[in-house]
């Protein structure tokens, strides 16, 4: 269980048998504000090249793929709380997810010629 | 006060609260004990998102095998990155509404719990009105249909599943929303709106992978 000090509605927000604390509204405030400046800057990073800063080319692919990775680990972990849920819940997404990378390795390996 | 123990050895107690007449104070009515010590309705929903997870994937990865092969039009030809962007914005901006419903619901307040409802409802058919503009906008201007190439049909597929289960959590969220009129949620009954919030969550998770790996990158790789 998260210690969130949590002071929106007077007092924490739990449920479920164990306790879970959500975090207040005033933090999902927050994050939203951090996921919407995320998708600002991959657009304005999409563009860089564009404006002169050439050398950021080779770049833009990680950069993508961790600005998304941020936004979905935070939405998976604040939004659907699986931070503050049950561990078990995290194995069943996680499994799962780790299924589908391995797919789209796989997928991509062999359709573009890429052998490890 | 009635304690279960659970298979793991934990004691599960009721949570404290005001009684509404089936509403058994502030915990889940639907919580009961089980031999994993997790709820069975939240369980059954992960392990949903869990096979969900894979369907996607395999859409996504099929997108990504068939990416610039073919005849054209190609991706980068047709995006248009700034307006695909807000409809990216209002789905992260819908995530939002939806636990702030949540959040209401859990402290009980009935109006602010229906507003943020409605909200998310109705930014998810913003952002499915933008799909149709884009998908239209491409067959119309673009030339680019699911039977025009590799690209179309790859993209037509994942995109349109994609929106097919916006639809569905959009009726879900207006129908918790008729709900919420008639009869009101309670607490005790927030897992009906935390369900529906991790489905909502789920297609906002997968659109923030699609607007990457479908939009941003194809169009970086070919600028």
Redesign the interface.
Known sequence: MSGHELE??GAP???????HT?P??RR??E??VV??II??V??FV?YL??MGFESF?PF??PI??V??AV??VT??GW???LRF??P??RW??G???L???T??T???A???GIYF | MATAI?GHG?V??P?HGDDHGDDHG???EH?H?TS????SV??LM??F???E??L???L???F????N?GKGPFPHEVYD??YT?VS??VL??S??T???A??AC??N?QRQLRIWLVATAFLGLVFLGGQYFEFTTFKTHEDVWLNTNLFGTSFFTLTGFHGAHVTLGAVWLLSLWMYSLRRGIP?SK??FV?IA??YW??V??VW??I???VY??P???Q?
């Open positions: 929106a509605h927000q739990t449920h479920g048998p164990e306790e959500h207040s509204p999902y405030i994050i939203a996921l919407g998708t600002i991959e657009v999409l090249p564009n080319r833009l692919v993508f793929i600005l998304s936004k979905f939405v998976v939004y659907m709380h849920d049950e078990f819940f069943i997404f499994f799962a997810l299924i589908a990378m797919i789209a796989a997928f991509i062999l359709f573009h | 659970t934990r599960l107690e949570a502030g915990g889940h919580e004990p994993m010590g997790v709820n939240k369980l992960w392990t998102i869990a096979s997870c894979m996607f994937g395999t996504i990865s099929i990504l095998a068939y990416l092969k990155i700034p962007s990216a914005f992260l901006l995530s939002l939806m636990v702030l949540l959040a859990q402290a307040d607490p927030s897992l935390e919030g991790l969550h789920f906002d998770v923030i992978v607007f990457t790996v941003l990158v169009t970086a790789l600028h």
